[in-house]
């Protein structure tokens, strides 16, 4: 089965930048539509990023749009978000997530397969 495990989590300051990384074993995740939830204190997850299996499609949440690139490496069987301009408000845990189907969702039920969180603080 799919286990995906997230990376890069920290605390960074307002305004700043971090890189996560997501990789999972047994399985590659080319065959994967690949995406990154969060869920902060007190709040609803939330759906950040998805993106195609090829790479050629990316959505994004209302909330990061400008800001957060999602992408991925099928050859290094790795997925990144990029996260810049970050504010407290980003602060949560960050899921990656990985559904079997072939399009790019916002719904986390429609995900298979998930992380264990990183964390990310942002301080004001």
């Known amino acids: 089965q799919v286990q995906p495990v997230e990376s890069g989590g920290g605390w960074v300051q307002a305004g700043g930048s971090l890189r996560l990384s997501c990789a999972a074993s047994?399985?590659?995740?080319?065959?994967?539509?690949m995406g990154w939830f969060r869920q902060g204190p007190g709040k609803e997850r939330e759906f950040v990023a998805g993106?195609?299996?090829?790479?050629?499609?990316?959505v994004y949440g209302d909330s990061v749009k400008g800001r957060f690139t999602i992408a991925r490496d099928n050859a290094k069987n790795t997925l990144f978000l990029q996260m810049s301009s970050l504010q407290p408000e980003d602060t949560a845990v960050y899921y990656c997530?990985?559904?079997?189907?072939?399009?790019?969702?916002?719904?986390?039920?429609?995900?298979?397969?998930w992380g264990q969180g990183t964390q990310v603080t942002v301080s004001s």
């Open positions: 993106i195609s299996r090829s790479g050629l499609t990316t």
């Open positions: 997530a990985a559904r079997i189907g072939e399009y790019v969702v916002a719904y986390s039920s429609n995900y298979d397969y």
């Open positions: 047994g399985g590659t995740l080319s065959s994967l539509t």
